[in-house]
């Protein structure tokens, strides 16, 4: 049975993470990994996992073959570093690093050795946004996520919400050959107050935006093209215009709302790869693309203040 290991046992583990492998219990060998003791016991009493620890490297010397890293992002590339040089397999929430340079020698040392690293870039497996996904009869592509109000340092901003909305349009525009055109930041006080990235692939145009300040917390996927105007949002609602019909298409009641949000699929076809030696879910040119494009809005493009 695969041993797999998870480190770091917060919100992001807990609402997203845990209560999907908890029901994989019987297909693998769980071991979670925190510093804080109690916290430890509670999920291991409330789940059943059966093993347990406080040190990473007694995951090491348990012989994890995979690990899930929940931890946050400034701890990222030390704890994948690691992980890596003893080949195991990585799974991490996004973004793998704010820096650009250790993004790609994370992603070579995962080649050299011959294992998985893969970016929790979930949005790509909703099932709502996989009929999307044929680049080729798209147009034009517009992702929106808006928040209410919300206050939080620009840097910080885009690489936590800014990197769903741009790695979503970047990878339905098929990733390779995605071109950035230009990029608009509005900042009050150092926070982000909105942001905006345009994107070109050939005849195919693409939009990411983020607004923290809309009053209303949205998230919204349109495309148009030869399939008429698709339209997903919150990503449990599809509608479809076409030939003068509107289609509109809900989740199910009976869809788990892990699947619905795409962590159930991509944590399943993650370890699916392993067992199988399949091909990563998460491609590493495409999971470096997108953190590009976010350095690059911050780098690159005018900032109005």
């Not at 893969?118 to 992702?143: C, E, Y």
């Not at 900042?187 to 195919?204: C, D, M, Y």
């Not at 993650?270 to 091909?279: P, R």
Request: net charge negative; with cysteine; proline share 3%.
């Amino acid at each position: 049975m695969l041993k797999v290991g998870v480190i770091g046992l917060g919100n992001i583990a807990q609402k997203a993470y845990l209560p999907v492998y908890s029901k994989l219990q019987d297909q693998f060998e769980w071991h979670l990994m925190t510093r804080n003791g109690a916290k430890l016991a509670q999920i291991q009493k409330r789940y059943g996992f059966q093993h347990g620890t406080t040190n990473q490297d007694d995951l090491i010397s348990a012989g994890v073959d995979a690990v899930f890293i929940h931890t946050p992002t400034p701890t990222h590339y030390q704890i994948i570093k690691k992980f890596l040089s003893h080949k195991i397999h990585v799974f991490v929430d996004k973004p793998i690093s704010e820096d650009l340079d250790e993004v790609k020698e994370l992603y070579q040392l995962a080649e050299q050795n011959q294992v998985f690293l893969t970016a929790g870039f979930n949005r790509r497996f909703v099932p709502m946004v996989q009929q999307l996904t044929d680049h080729k009869l798209l147009h034009s592509i517009r992702a929106t996520k808006t928040r209410e109000n919300e206050t939080q340092e620009t840097n910080f901003a885009i690489f936590d919400l800014m990197i769903h909305v741009i790695d979503l349009v970047q990878f339905l525009m098929g990733s390779n050959g995605v071109e950035l055109l230009n990029g608009r930041i509005v900042e009050k006080n150092g926070n982000l107050v909105s942001a905006e990235v345009q994107l070109g692939h050939g005849q195919l145009s693409g939009m990411a935006q983020v607004d923290m300040m809309a009053n209303a917390n949205t998230e919204v996927l349109q495309t148009t093209g030869q399939n008429g105007i698709m339209e997903v949002e919150d990503l449990n609602q599809l509608t479809i215009q076409k030939r003068g019909q509107k289609l509109v298409q809900k989740t199910p009641d009976w869809q788990e709302n892990l699947e619905t949000r795409g962590f159930k699929p991509l944590i399943e076809l993650f370890l699916k790869a392993i067992v199988n030696g399949e091909e990563n879910p998460v491609s590493p040119a495409s999971s470096i693309l997108s953190h590009e494009l976010c350095v690059r809005l911050i780098n690159e493009t005018k900032v109005i203040k």
